[in-house]
């Protein structure tokens, strides 16, 4: 079974999202094409890059991954193909893919050029459903594509937590759909800054975390819990309540002077 993912910007108010698929469907009618989201917001890429990079593994390899968020984000927008761990990547050269997937040993190829003026925004995900069928029999480098290196304005990385001896201080990635909030940090990582030591994290109005839970129901409702979620991020949720607006956590913008951090202290 061949599978084809969309994650747009498009919301849910009109036909972008039904249209997107219907296009796709006509130029691949034997693949399964599934929605990750049409919810992401352009203006966040870091919250983008972070729902493709937790959500890609779960599928099948093979599975092309078509990114519809930012598109105009250029006089004239391309369009670019990536290939990672056995699955494709069309979006827009905006930065996500690096975002999400990382700039080391990034191959990428240009695929298209919204050059013509008459050409409209169907084009672009006429040419995308088209590259995704061409994929399931070619490789990125027979398609006749050529390969090229990221400018180095494109060349983004997820914001990093700030380290020291006895403290990690993290960004938000991402608000679930339920207040939960995800915070720049692995459980990997976590484990090796924390090196068997006691850990507390100050929260506004709550005090202070001491443990980590396996899932929300270990707590008692209006609770703050503390856990890796399933693409093993670090996680602050509230059983019974949004934890982002109770605590007044914000997600990590680039443009932003100020933006919510959550420190770790070690000890």
């Given at each position: 079974m061949r599978i084809i993912t969309i994650l747009s910007d498009f919301g849910l108010k009109d036909a972008s999202a039904a249209?997107?698929?219907s296009i796709i469907f006509r130029n691949n009618p034997d693949a399964t094409v599934l929605?990750?989201?049409?919810?992401a917001d352009s203006n966040y890429l870091t919250d983008v890059a972070y729902l493709i990079a937790s959500s890609y593994q779960e599928f099948p390899k093979g599975t092309c991954h078509i990114i519809y968020v930012g598109v105009y984000h250029a006089p004239t927008p391309s369009l670019v193909l990536c290939e990672k761990n056995g699955h494709y990547f069309l979006a827009p050269n905006n930065g996500v893919l690096p975002l999400a997937l990382g700039i080391e040993n990034l191959s990428l190829w240009q695929c298209y050029e919204w050059e013509d003026p008459y050409k409209t925004f169907n084009d672009w995900q006429e040419q995308c459903a088209i590259?995704?069928?061409?994929?399931s029999t070619k490789k990125p480098e027979e398609l006749g594509f050529n390969s090229f290196s990221l400018d180095p304005i494109k060349q983004k990385k997820m914001p990093a937590a700030v380290v020291a001896d006895n403290w990690v201080d993290c960004q938000i990635l991402h608000v679930a759909h339920n207040g939960n909030v995800v915070l720049n940090i692995q459980r990997d990582y976590f484990e090796s800054l924390r090196n068997n030591r006691a850990f507390r994290i100050d929260l506004k109005g709550v005090g202070g975390i001491h443990s980590l839970n396996r899932h929300i129901g270990q707590v008692n409702e209006g609770e703050v819990v503390c856990r890796f979620n399933k693409a093993d991020f670090l996680e602050?949720?509230?059983?019974g309540a949004a934890a982002a607006e109770l605590l007044g956590l914000n997600i990590y913008a680039e443009r932003q002077q100020f933006y919510s951090s959550v420190k770790i202290f070690f000890t």
């Open positions: 249209i997107a698929k929605e990750v989201t049409h919810l590259i995704a069928r061409d994929l602050i949720a509230i059983n």
